[in-house]
C-alpha cells in the first residue's frame, strides 16, 4: 500500500477522534508544533529510521520531545515509531489538516508572484478565490518565484489557476499551433 493512502487513513482516523473529543483546533495547533520538526530535522528523521536503536529509546525521545501536546496524538506518534512509518508523518499532518479545512469550509492555496503580495492584495485574492471555490474562506501562502516574469500562478489543491506572462504566451503558442494544422 502507498504511503499516502497509509497516511490519509491515520488522517481519517485522527479527524475522526479529534472531532469525537471536540479537540479539532486543539489537534491542529499540536500538530503545527510537530510538524517542522519531522519536516525538517534531518537528525531526528536518521535516529528514528536507524534500524539498531531500539523502539523504546525511540519512542522516549518522541515522549520527552513533545511533551504537552494532545496524548491521543503523542500515542499516535508512538504507534508510528513501532510500525516504522516515521516518514509519513508530515503527509498524515497535511492531510488532517486539510480534512479540518474541508470541515471548516476552508481552501489552501499557494500563490506564486514575482514579488511577496502585499496585504491589500491578498486579502482581495482571497475574497476572489474563496468566491469562485464556493468556500467561506481562502488561506493564501505567498511564494516568491523568480522564474515567474509577471502576473501569478495560484495552486489549489491539485488545481493550477496560471496568470503568469509565460502560461499566456504558452497558451497563445498552442492556439497558433492547432490553428495552422
Known amino acids: 500500500m502507498s504511503n499516502v493512502v497509509v497516511a490519509k487513513r491515520y488522517a481519517d482516523a485522527l479527524f475522526s477522534l479529534a472531532a469525537e473529543q471536540q479537540k479539532l483546533e486543539q489537534f491542529v495547533a499540536d500538530f503545527k508544533i510537530v510538524q517542522p520538526v519531522f519536516q525538517n530535522d ?52 497535511d492531510e488532517f489538516i486539510s480534512l479540518v479545512n474541508d470541515a471548516k469550509g476552508v481552501a489552501d492555496a499557494t500563490v506564486y508572484s514575482t514579488r511577496k503580495l502585499s496585504d491589500e492584495e491578498k486579502n482581495h485574492l482571497e475574497r476572489s478565490f474563496a468566491v469562485r471555490l464556493g468556500k467561506s474562506a481562502v488561506q493564501l501562502n505567498n511564494i516568491v518565484d523568480p522564474s515567474v516574469l509577471g502576473g501569478m500562478k495560484i495552486r489549489v489543491g491539485n488545481t493550477i489557476y496560471d496568470g503568469t506572462v509565460k502560461g499566456k504566451l504558452d497558451r497563445i503558442s498552442r492556439s497558433i499551433v492547432s490553428a495552422n494544422k
Open 42 to 93: 534531518k537528525k531526528l528523521a536518521k535516529f528514528l529510521t536507524h534500524p539498531k536503536i531500539d523502539n523504546a529509546k525511540k519512542k522516549q525521545l518522541v515522549i520527552e520531545a513533545f511533551q504537552g501536546i494532545d496524548q491521543t496524538i503523542l500515542n499516535t506518534l508512538q504507534l508510528l515509531v513501532d510500525r516504522h512509518r516515521t516518514t509519513i508523518i508530515p503527509t498524515i499532518i
